[in-house]
């Protein structure tokens, strides 16, 4: 029998998390002279008081979303994918190579093999060390951080010595043909007479990655497979015991969240920068851990943790323009909210379990 009820677990505990991180950040931003209300204020406005602030808010979010979803996946069947940054960058080469090279009479057929070329490539970053902890026992953090490394390296090679247009000093692809430029939500909502502005990089990957958290809900919690991944992360003897195979469900799990992972890049390669670039993930990857911490593996909570994130990146960032205030400390904050969501979550949880345990009793 679970302690607490399942809102005070899904929206309580983060709730807490997130005032103690802001508690903490404005004496922080008081500590260097600053006004934290004015800092909140201007940070509300930046990111949601226009639909210029919006767009950058959903365009970081749908970053995060993928890289979310990807961790949630894994963390199902509990492993830790830490390597959603070099899956992001492999998926972003397979977004390139399927739009250089296949001449696309439209944007749309051109975004579903698209996001089908970045999922097969970041699944295909992500099977090596599901192989390797599936038959080797090679731990999945280990390996999966050590491919973020050589997935940068590798992107590196590819941009400079191959795909780098002659003459270009750039260490970037040709600029994608005009045919697969994906509409911005300012070409979506202008038909049904919403303005938007058409300065913000939020395009219709958006409904993509809302479409992946739908299509990860039905899996995880509608499908025999999810059962398997779920019962196999809940217990892995217990899993054996009912015939389920650890390789086949470390495997698929961990194929799926770098399918994820990849699929990030039809936003920021195909969707935003519309060529490869070098360091497009821009940490999305790392981001997306906290996410699925946040978002208790849920896609609906996932999606609430990358709006979130989406605020905190793009609120940021008008700090760092319009105030003295650093844009390192800008990333202290954000390490805050990380921190008391994540790896501090227990220093939450155990006090309310016990408030919740103490009312229990009361009443019994």
Sequence with gaps: MDVMPKWADVVLIPLISLI?????????????????????KLMVSGALGSTYGWGYTLYYATNFLFTGLAVAVAFHARMFNIGGEGQAMLGGLGVALVCLYI???????????????????GAAWAAIPAYLQAKRGSHIVITTIMFNFIAAA??????????????????????????????TL???????????????????????????CVAVWLLIWRTRLGYEIRAYGHSETG?????????KITMIAMLISGGLAGMMA????????????????????????????????HPFGVFLAAILFGFLYQGGAELALWTSIPRELIVVIQALVILFTGALDNMVRMPIEKLFLMLRRGKA
Excluded at 21 to 40: H, Q
């Design 20 to 40: 103690l991180a802001a508690l903490l950040s404005a004496l922080v931003i008081l500590g260097i002279g600053e006004d934290p209300v004015a800092a909140v």
């Design 103 to 121: 001449p696309w009479p439209h944007w749309s057929l051109a975004l579903i093999f698209a996001a089908l070329g970045s999922a097969i490539f």
């Design 154 to 183: 590798l992107l590196n090679y590819v941009l400079v010595n191959l795909l780098r247009p002659v003459g270009s000093m750039d260490p970037a692809s040709a600029r994608f043909p005009e045919a697969v430029h994906l509409p």
């Design 186 to 212: 300012h070409d979506i909502l202008a038909p049904f007479g919403i303005a938007f502005s058409k300065a913000a990089p939020a395009n219709v990957s958006f409904l993509v990655a809302i479409a992946a």
């Design 239 to 247: 899993a054996l015991y009912a015939g389920i195979s650890p390789v």
């Design 266 to 297: 039809t936003n920021n390669v195909m969707g935003e920068a519309e060529r490869l670039v070098l360091n497009s993930t821009e940490g999305a990857g790392f981001i997306g851990i906290a996410v699925a911490l946040m978002g208790r593996s």
